[in-house]
């Protein structure tokens, strides 16, 4: 049996630094650690699946360099299938600068590279696989235009798309009419609905002008405070779990493959949405991207409590 769980995006070798406080501008400050650790959202997302027991394959592609052959590496080491990961030449891999504080806190900059170059032909090679998939993951560190190509070709095959709609930029109702599921955090809610959200009250009037756009559910994550969900005349917030966060890289890519890989177990919508609390919530508890990412015993052992 072929990948259940599908993601398509981005590959970045993360170059992290950590500090006691994020520089202001202008501002030079004494790091305390360096660090070079497979991420980028796509990539996350496939890991944390897989290493959640699900069968996960990426598509998208990398540079023909050393952090491409590690990103790869990565992919393939929690049992992701890279069969569809394009290694090109005269490009770089995609490459983020994170600045972590000593509040767990991070800053982000990302350098496309080998990501920019992820297209419309490199979804149409990945058609079966697509196809024969339950659930397609996409986010918005490739073009836009690939991602509106892979989103209609999902739908068109019946095949369940999750948005994580980072980092945020303006998204057409081509788009979001075909996505059935989006899951922004707080800042990509703002920016995607032109209203400021900060709490649940005002993530379940974001939650709800998504639906109003086209998508299907919308899940606006809030971190420790958990998430609120919308689907139909539905609205409820699914409560967070309380950790001790050291670092915040990737926690909302660990949440999106719980939330894919308890939505192909069959979990109602509320509990996928506590048990991707639960991943995210543990993922925070340690440094990195890819290094932070739980397997299912752990998740498991942490709900029980």
């Known amino acids: 049996m072929g990948p259940e769980i599908v993601v398509l995006g981005s590959l970045n070798m993360d170059l992290v630094v950590r500090t006691r406080h994020r520089p202001a501008p202008a501002e030079t ?70 600045v972590v504080d000593e509040a767990g806190e991070n800053s982000i900059v990302v350098v496309p590279g080998a990501n920019g170059r992820c297209s419309v032909e490199d979804v149409r090679a990945a058609e079966d696989l697509i196809r024969s998939a ?23 095959n019946g095949v369940t798309v999750i948005l994580d709609p980072a980092p945020a930029q303006p998204l057409p109702s081509a788009i979001l009419e075909h996505v059935d599921i989006i899951t922004p955090n707080e800042t990509e809610a703002s920016a995607l609905t032109n209203r400021e959200v900060t709490d649940a009250r005002t993530a379940r009037l974001a939650a709800t002008d998504f639906l109003q756009r086209g998508v299907r559910r919308a899940v606006v994550k809030l971190g420790p405070k958990g998430a609120v969900f919308a689907e139909g005349n539905c609205v409820e917030q699914v409560a967070g779990f309380a950790v001790d966060a050291v670092d915040t890289t990737a926690a909302g890519d660990s949440f999106a493959g719980g939330l894919a890989v308890a939505l192909i177990e069959g979990y109602p919508m509320r509990e996928a949405i506590r048990f991707a609390n639960a991943v995210g919530a543990l993922s925070v508890t340690r440094f990195g991207a890819q290094t932070s990412m739980p397997v299912r015993e752990e998740v498991e052992g942490f709900l029980r409590g």
């Open 29 to 98: 400050v004494i790091g305390t650690d360096f660090q070079i650790i497979p991420g980028g959202k796509g990539a996350n997302q496939a890991v944390a699946a897989a290493r959640l027991g699900g069968k996960a394959a990426m598509v998208g592609r990398v540079g023909n360099d050393i952090f491409g052959r590690s990103l790869l590496q990565s992919l393939e080491r929690a049992g992701v299938d890279t069969s569809h990961v394009t290694s090109v030449d005269g490009v770089a891999t995609g490459t983020a600068l994170i």
């Open 134 to 156: 339950k659930i397609l993951m996409v986010q918005l560190e490739i073009p836009l235009a690939t991602v509106q190509f892979a989103l209609e070709f999902a739908k068109e």
